[in-house]
């Protein structure tokens, strides 16, 4: 399991050292993250179970699931998780399944260092476009504003698509990548 250096991250409050990251999965953290995405109030109960399915996909196949994670954790509580894979049949496209921080964790930078670190964890494997999906409901203002803050925008609105009067929001980033001479460029 690989430690990722922690960030210092803005508004850590209390002066709680930043958290550390890791990207190793551990069978433990099916229960961390059921209790994450439970605790941000936005998920229903087939969401959060998916949610979880990820996890023990990731446990029983490994890396051939094709499901990537940082999970971002204090001590031996973890305050939040990303989770991210290849867009099947695309060559250099990424999706970000699930980026979630425990509801009293909100706020401290934790999601955008989970953000941070899986683009650049997509980028060294080769992703050049990150694609998340998201509800518009107004319950996901805030979540369409932090990916918006994040230097996302929404690329389609699919009408209807949850449910009645719930459009799904597809945002991208273009991630940066070296050029021949080292020099940043974004595809």
């Not at 439970?38 to 996890?55: H, M, N, W």
């Not at 060294?124 to 996901?140: D, F």
């Amino acid at each position: 399991m690989d430690r990722i250096p922690g960030k210092k991250t803005t508004g850590d409050r209390g002066g709680a050292p930043p958290p550390a990251l890791r990207n190793g999965v551990r069978r433990s953290d099916a229960g961390a993250v059921r209790d994450i995405v439970s605790s941000t109030g936005l998920f229903r109960p087939d969401e959060i179970g998916i949610a979880v399915e990820l996890v023990e996909e990731r446990l029983r196949s490994g890396p051939a699931s094709g499901y990537h994670f940082l999970f971002a954790e204090r001590g031996d509580r973890i305050l939040g998780y990303s989770c991210y894979g290849p867009v099947p049949l695309t060559l250099h496209c990424y999706d970000l399944y699930w980026i979630a921080v425990r509801k009293e964790a909100q706020g401290m930078g934790i999601g955008r260092m989970l953000l941070e670190h899986s683009e650049k964890a997509i980028a060294a494997l080769g992703g050049r476009r990150v694609y998340i999906e998201t509800s518009s409901r107004p319950i996901y203002l805030d979540t369409r504003r932090f990916y918006e803050r994040n230097g996302y925008r929404a690329e389609a609105v699919l009408k209807e698509f949850y449910s009645p009067g719930d459009a799904k929001v597809i945002y991208v980033k273009a991630l940066e990548q070296d050029d021949a001479e080292g020099e940043k460029v974004r595809r």
